[in-house]
């Protein structure tokens, strides 16, 4: 049975291993352990008959946009729907808060736009909202941004928004 729920503290390990062959692929970044214990509230996990098989994050960036990160299935669970419920959790989620735009930075451009996110060229916010963005200290602000320190972490990579 399939069950999306809040990550907890001991799924960090299994959260590692599934994104390690993503990170050697250079599809997701990797993260310190320490990152994903301190970002652990931010993570949902797919448990699938009591075994976590993906994960994905939804991190809040600004009053009306937030991110979803490392959208990540195992690999030996591909094509069964996990992604799309971790997603779907994800944007509900992000209902809940408030949030009224989904940013992804992603290669994974078809299934993102089958949900309804649409690839932009632009940083979508004012320029007052950036100089405020510009102050955080997260790579991933960072990379949403467009900041040169991280262009070799963005490059191949597609910026897609989705309105809620």
């Given at each position: 049975?399939?069950?999306?729920?809040?990550?907890?503290?001991?799924?960090?390990?299994?959260?590692?291993?599934?994104?390690?062959?993503?990170?050697?692929?250079?599809?997701?970044?990797?993260?310190?352990?320490?990152?994903?214990?301190?970002?652990?509230?931010?993570?949902?996990?797919?448990?699938?008959?009591?075994?976590?098989?993906?994960?994905?994050?939804?991190?809040?960036?600004?009053?009306?946009?937030?991110?979803?990160?490392?959208?990540?299935?195992?690999?030996?669970?591909?094509?069964?729907?996990?992604g799309a419920a971790m997603l779907?959790?994800?944007?509900?989620?992000?209902?809940?808060?408030?949030?009224?735009?989904?940013?992804?930075?992603?290669?994974?451009?078809?299934?993102?736009?089958?949900?309804?996110?649409?690839?932009?060229?632009?940083?979508?916010?004012?320029?007052?909202?950036?100089?405020?963005?510009?102050?955080?200290?997260?790579?991933?602000?960072?990379?949403?941004?467009?900041?040169?320190?991280?262009?070799?972490?963005?490059?191949?990579?597609?910026?897609?928004?989705?309105?809620?």
């Open positions: 049975m399939l069950l999306i729920r809040s990550a907890q503290t001991l799924d960090v390990p299994r959260i590692q291993k599934i994104a390690e062959p993503l990170v050697a692929d250079r599809v997701l970044l990797g993260k310190e352990m320490v990152e994903l214990y301190e970002s652990i509230q931010e993570f949902v996990v797919a448990e699938l008959d009591g075994e976590v098989v993906g994960f994905g994050a939804l991190h809040v960036m600004w009053q009306d946009l937030a991110e979803v990160r490392t959208l990540a299935v195992d690999v030996n669970y591909k094509r069964r729907g996990l779907n959790e994800l944007l509900e989620r992000a209902k809940q808060l408030g949030i009224r735009r989904v940013f992804c930075l992603t290669f994974e451009v078809e299934f993102f736009q089958s949900y309804g996110f649409e690839a932009i060229s632009d940083i979508p916010v004012d320029a007052n909202t950036y100089a405020e963005m510009v102050r955080s200290h997260d790579e991933g602000v960072a990379e949403f941004l467009d900041l040169a320190r991280v262009k070799q972490n963005t490059l191949g990579n597609s910026r897609m928004l989705k309105y809620l």
